[in-house]
Structures are given as C-alpha cells and as structure tokens.
DNA sequence: TGAGTCACG
DNA sequence: ACGTACGTGACTCAA
C-alpha cells in the first residue's frame, strides 16, 4: 500500500529553530534547526513508513500573492542569519537521506503540497502533510491527514476532516473562510478588524463561508456588523491570500518521490559533518553499516593483526611491504600521560596495507626487531602518524629514535581548522567518514578512572588506529591541497615540529640553588605580610582565597565594591589599586598576590620540573592549539617568566647555559606585529615610520596629536602606545577606554583621529571584516587559516567578537609564521655552519639560544639577521640581540 | 571542575 | 541598549 509523506520543509526548520536550544558544531554554526527536522523526521518515519516523501521548499522572496497583495508577508522579521545558513546543510541532509525534495520559483511550499495532495486524492492515495502552520487543514480529506507540530516539533497532532469538525465545527475547506475573517498577523494577511478566533467561528458557524456573511450583515448588529460592512473587500483578498493554490505546474512524476530508505554511508557522512553524535549512535548507520560496535568488529575484521611478542618476532613480511615502492604506512605510538617527557610507552603499531602489527617497545631491542627499529630511526624516510611530535619525544626518554620528516595526521587537521582544540584522532576519522574507532576515554576511562585494558584489546585498539592514521593521511594531504595550506605544512609546520622535539629534548638548564635561594627570602616576606595583613583586618582568614578577601574587604572593612564577578565581589589588582587609598591594607595584598604567585608558580612549580639527572627543565611545545598559529608552552609554561617587575624578572637568574663557559643569547624582534600591520594593510604612514626607523609610539603620538616629536610627552606616548595595541587586538572605544582610564568618548575620538591619520589601516580593516564575512575564514601571509563563523552572528557581542578575531588574527598569525621561518632557517645554519650553539627556547617574538665563546661573535650577528630575513616584507624587520651569564643578563 | 586571578607576548 | 580589547598556561579555592 502506498503511503506519501508531504512535508513543509520551511515552517518545520522555522519551528525547530526557535524550539530548539541553540546547538552549535564546534566550529561554532548553529544547527538546531537542522537537528530538530532531523529528529522529527526520523519519528515520522519510525511512526508511518511512508513509500513516498517530499520535503517543499519556498523559492524565492516573492510568489503570485505579493501581485494580490503588496504587503503580503510584509513587516515579517527578516530571517536570521543563524536560521539561512542551515538551509544548504539541511537540505544536504535531506538528500543523504535520500528523500526528494522541490522548490518552485513564485510558488511556496504549501503550494507544492498542496498540488500533490490533489493528484493524492484524485488517486485515493493515503498521505500525511507535515506542517507547523494550521493553513495547512485546508487539505484535509478522506485520504489526506495533517499533521501539525507541537510544543516544538517533538509531537505532531493530527487531522482529519472528522477532527475538525470536531474541533472547530468546520469542514477543511472552511479554514480558509476561517482565516479570511480572522487574518493573520504572521503573514501580514488583515483580515476583518475585530474578529479573531472566537467571532470567526461564530460567525462560519452561523453562514458557511465568508460570501455567505457578506451577503448576510443585516443578520449582524453594532461593530461587528461596522466592521464587517466596511471591510468586506479585506475578508474576500484575505481569503484568496489564504486559499492554497493547487495546480503549481510541478514537473515532479510519483517516481521522483518514492523513497527506498537511506545509504547508510551517504547519512553517516552528514551526520559526521554536523557533528550528530548522538544521532549516529542511534541510528546505527556507519560507513560499513550496522551499529557502531559491529562497526568496529568491520574495522577489526578487514585487518590482519600480527601481535609481537618473545615468541613471535618473524617481521620480514613487514619489513618487505615497508620497502616497496609506494607502500602507504600509518605509524601510531601509545603513551599515556599529557607530559612526553613523563609519559609511559604503552605500545606501538604500524599498519602497511591490510597488515598491523603492534609490539611493546621493548622488544625492539631484540635482534630480530633492529631492522624496524632503525626504519623508525631513519632519517631519509619519512613517516605517517599522528602526533609525532609527542611520540618522538616519548621514544626519545625510552633509548628509541624516531626521525624522518612527518606527515601528521593532527598537524595536519589543526592546520585545516586551527580553532578545532583537541584533534582526537577518532574525531578525525569521524569527520573523515572513518568509522569503528572507539575514543580513548572509552577505551581506557578518563581522570581518576583512567585503566588500561588487558593487552589485547591494547593492541586491537593501537592496531585500528594506525590503520586509521593510514587512511587518513593522504586525505588530508589532499585537503591540505584544496585549501592551499600544502606549503605551509611542508615548508613550515612539519619541518618545525622535529625542531620543538630537539629544542624540548635538550631543555635548558637551571640553578636549583638559585631558585631555593630565592624562594627562602620570599618565604620570609610573605610571613612578613600574611602577619601584617591579619592584624590590619583584625582576623585571619585566607588571603589567597577572592571569596574570603572579599568579605574581609568589602564586608568587615567596608571599602566600596567596584566591580562584580559571578560568583561576588572581584578584587583583581584593577580593583585593588582603585582601593589603595582607602585602606593600609589594600597595598599590602596587592603584594602578598605577588609575592605568592612567584612562590607557588615560579619558584615551586619551576623546581618541580627540573630533571634530577640533568638539571634541565623540560618544556613542552604545543604546535596545535593557539587558534592564531602560535605555539604554547606546558609542563612547565616558559613562555610566561617574569620580566615587567624587577621582582620576578630575577627568577630568569635561575635559567643558564647547561656548559661552563657559555652564554644565554636572546633575539627579540622589534614591534614584530606592527611591521606586519604596515605590510598587510599597505598604510603609506606606518611603513614610513617603520622605514625611517621611527619610534613607534612617538611617530604615532606626533600624527595622532599633530605635534612635533620633542612636544610629545610622556603621557601622550603612553596613549599612543595603548591605541597602538589596541589597533592589533581590534580595537574597540570600551577596551581603549577601560586600558586608559578615560572615558568612551575620549577613547572613540582618539581611535577616529587614528583612523584618519591611518587611512590604510582603516581601510584594511573594513577589507578584512568584509573578507572573513565573504569567504568564511581570514589568512596569514603564509596562508594560514582560521574560520570565523560567528562573523554573521545576529548578536552584537558574538559578532563584535568575530570581527576583532578577524583583524586581529592576520597580524598575529603571521607574525607566528614569520618566527616560525626563522625557527626553520635558524635550524638550517647552525646545521650547515656546523656551529654547537643549541636553539633553545621560543617566546613568540624571542628565540633564546646557548653559545659557546667562539661562537658568541658569530651568533650575535647571525641570528638576528637570520630572523630579520625570513621574509621580505615592505618594511624591515629588526630584531635586537643581547647575551650573558642567564636569561636575567640576556636583556 | 569551574571560577578567579595573574604571569607572558 | 548592549558589554569587549588578541593569544596562551598555572595556581588556588570551593564546590
């Protein structure tokens, strides 16, 4: 028996986007609607089987009755923004689900339906019409049901001619004459003045049809019948308006609808795309079909698993398909732990065509394992993973050598979508149609409950995730292709990535002795003042806790609150420098905070991290977090040492040459940011300034003020100075205002003056906020991308946001690219120069080196040459160089 | 685990 | 009328 399924594609996605919470995917679009159609969708089916399915669309902004009526649908809130943009998604979908669907220039939805239903009941063809507007039970007939969405689109209620009656007292058809009275104020339809529902009715229930009481007002009396008199040519147009049309000339057969159900794969692709996680569970569909465990018992059972051990150690087969020509391997070490330099080898596998095989490292010291183990060694062969970077330092603290350059699989998928965080591998292979591959928190439990599983379901898993890895790579070097980002990857990011490893291996040395020295004298000022502190409030409490603090402040001493947080009264250093003059008490914690920031998290966490064997502090660079291309810096963070206050600048006395003899160089780039600003806006201005060698600020102080450089005082470099940041961050009146300690007003005149002073940087950023709204992402000089789809937000403060991430990410992404060059080039010498200076340290416009005194001459001059030419742009680079005994004299 | 705070560029 | 400067990581407290 044929059953046909009508659906009104538009007033459903309407319905489930103001129903629905507002679902984001992680690059931030808005797929609620999408997610409430397509739940709703799958109950429908569930509920009617249906043989036949079409969803309707409107086409266009105008159909036949804006001729009838100008105004129709007029004053109706333009769509936003966050609602148009799930339509091509929605209607991808539709088609993964392999469900027909039809728009028609200068008809709607209803239209089209309504069409169908006619030939429905011309053939006597049982049909279900899926709308979220009542207009709909017009259709309603002996063979046609309609179904409106409830509370949401979670519940639909149905129609039939005999519910009507029941409910309104009217056939289907009378609807019609129900909405020619009564209007519609969504679709701007007026209708009579004065009569709603409830007259209406009354009204149909006494003449069947809105002619019927036209041709019958004296039967009326009072306002009614005024109302009725006077705008009888209303009631008739609004009727029409109302009365869907059906003879759209559709050139749609019964053959184009019928529906066979989905290809599991196609839908899967879709719902991976959306990120419907739970949607894929539930409905089981994969790439290879069934549910996901028989996904992953699919993903196992198309691999040859070949588990090394004492017993088994015969590798010739894998060393043979390793040698051949164009053998594709997929590499996968396991460790667990978030610190390389710390974590535990748990296993390791490499995947070549059909065959895994998985070890525990160990074994590569067998004679029969030394073939793998200087493939993984060698230097000429590159290899397929992901996350080499950890794993080459992790085989590095396990006697293991990993070389070669890198295709890696997370790099790689950082780089296609920066703002992504974690690149979990089987969210990779997720996105990338890859199914079967549990997560490791399912896999080996998370926090407190991390548990590995017995071996081998270890190597099950390690084994799928080479495979994994393997399938993956030459997808996303294709992608990395399409989105012109090859170069960067190969060029920069893979280079870089053995350079961190090497510069993380070799860690810097530092003076225990020097930070417990140190930490002592802190220790004995910080009792100083926790003493003082207590008698001048009058009680102990704990200073280091804001909740405590407050209360004392605020409550017990009644200072006056500034400003709030969430959770009570802030007292962050802003507020407490505003209080100073109120209270003793005030100065006093402002220098307990920094005094016990140095004691906890430079003078202990940093001896926490030095390595009993060699005093070195290892960190840890991260390649594939920072959204704008920068590396970060953990386990311990070096990339945030002291240096503004003398205080904790000392604590850069501890970090020395790891040799007796040599120096700490440091190369820092000049105004790196604003150079870059004045090359990729092309601002005639800066790039004079810059030319000429100007002090920036200064420069700036005189065109913003109009003076000459000896009127300029210091407060006016100071403002210079800040509109200057505030011009790299995207500026705003509020930040400059807030940084200033002036108000809006003076803030917005000084950035106005800016701009016409700096038409090219006005210019470049109106260009870029356009850019990033046209194509969806901005990029750096080196291509770098980052998506920005918040830029078409409805909401001023997600689209503001949006906006300064665009100009603000060119500058300081490229000005990443550009010491990552230097990185890469620096490299390059000290290996063809044969020098033993080591690179050390990044800190994102500084690179830190130790030199030994024969070079010292040599690497003064060379390095920050190297990094003033790593890319030619429209003004010069400078970088500045200094050296000493520590970190401390390197300024 | 999240919020608040503060160190850096 | 609204409320923000851009990018990070580590520590402490209090649920």
Redesign the pocket.
Known sequence: MKKWMLIDGNSITYRAFFAMPPLTNSSGMQTNAIYGFTTMLLKLLEEHKPTHIMVAFDAGKTNFRHEQFEEYKAGRQKTPPELSQQFPLLKDLISAFGIAQYEIAGYEADDIIGTLTAKADQQEIETLVISGDKDMLQLASSNVTIAVTRKGVSEVELYSPATIEEKYGLTPQQIIDLKGLMGDTSDNIPGVPGVGEKTALKLLHQFPSVEEVIANLDAQKGKLKENLTNHQQSALMSKQLATIFREVPLELTEEDIVYNGYEPAKLAEQLAKLEFKSLLERLDVTASSGSSEADAKQALSELTIHHLSEQSLDISKLMSALAEEDAKHGLYIEAIGENPHHASLEGIAIAVGDQVYVMQHHLLDTEELAPFKQWLADESIPKYGYDLHKAELVLHWHGIKLGGSYFDVQLAAYLLDPTDGNQLLHTIAERHSLYGLPSDDEVYG??AKLKLPEQSKLFEHLAVKANIVRQLAPKLDEELEKTSMRSLYYDLEGPLSRILARMEQQGIKVERAELEQQGVELEAALKHITSEIYELAGTEF?I?????L?EVLFEKLGLPAKKK????????????EELAPYHPIVPHI?NF??L???Q??YI??LL?EVREETGHIHTYY?QT????G?L??????L???????EE??KIRKAFIPSEPGWSILSA?YSQIELRVLAHISGDERLKDAFIHNHDIHTKTAMDVFGVTADQVDSNMRRSAK??N??I?????????S???GIT?KEAAQFIEQYFSVFQGVRKYMDDIIAEAKEKGYIVTLLDRRRYVPDIHSSN??IR??AE??AM??PI?GSAADIIKLAMVRMNDELQKRELSSRMLLQ????LVFEVPPHELETMKQLVPQVMAEAIKLDVPLVADVSYGDSWYEAK
């Open positions: 998370k926090g704990k280091s806790s804001p909740k405590q407050g947080t969430k959770t009570g009264y802030s007292t962050d250093a802003e507020v407490l402002l905070r920094q016990a920031k140095l906890s998290t202990e966490g926490k991260r977090i920072a959204a704008t920068r970060s810096s953990q386990f311990p963070n990339q945030n040492i002291p240096i503004r206050l904790g600048r820092d800040a509109v940041f505030g790299v961050y995207g500026i705003s009146d509020f930040g400059l807030q940084n200033l809006r001023y403060n503001s946001f300064r991430i603000n990410t300081q800190v994102h416009d500084e």
